[in-house]
């Protein structure tokens, strides 16, 4: 199983980045994905999440209207658009798959938005 992210990366303020996480190794249209962040000092916290079909988005209030999850099962990827990015944001983004017990991580993408 592996789930690589990509696309991070240093950003100004008000900039945008589009994270990828590309998955193989287990049945990706039957997980649930989601974006997971945690910065310096803090809990890992869920960003976003969209259940197996795409059909079903959830995100953080701290991110709602500025970030989009969605994913492509053909090319068993996930996405996570950023846009309007503050200094807050800076963290490390983790790409997570999950179905029932199965639980999966991806090593993670620095995001630093910063002037």
């Known amino acids: 199983v592996q789930l690589v992210e990509s696309g991070g990366g240093l950003v100004q303020p008000g900039g945008s980045l589009r994270l990828s996480c590309a998955a193989s190794g287990f049945t990706f249209s039957s997980y649930h994905m989601s974006w997971y962040r945690q910065a310096p000092g803090k809990e890992r916290e869920l960003v976003a999440l969209i259940n197996s079909v795409g059909g079903f988005t959830n995100y953080a209030n701290s991110v709602k209207g500025r970030f989009t999850i969605s994913r492509d099962n053909a090319k068993n990827t996930v996405y996570l658009q950023m846009n309007s990015l503050k200094p807050e944001d800076t963290a490390v983004y983790y790409c997570?798959?999950?179905?029932?017990?199965?639980?999966?991580w991806g090593q993670g993408t620095q995001v630093t938005v910063s002037s």
């Open positions: 997570n798959a999950r179905r029932f017990s199965n639980d999966y």
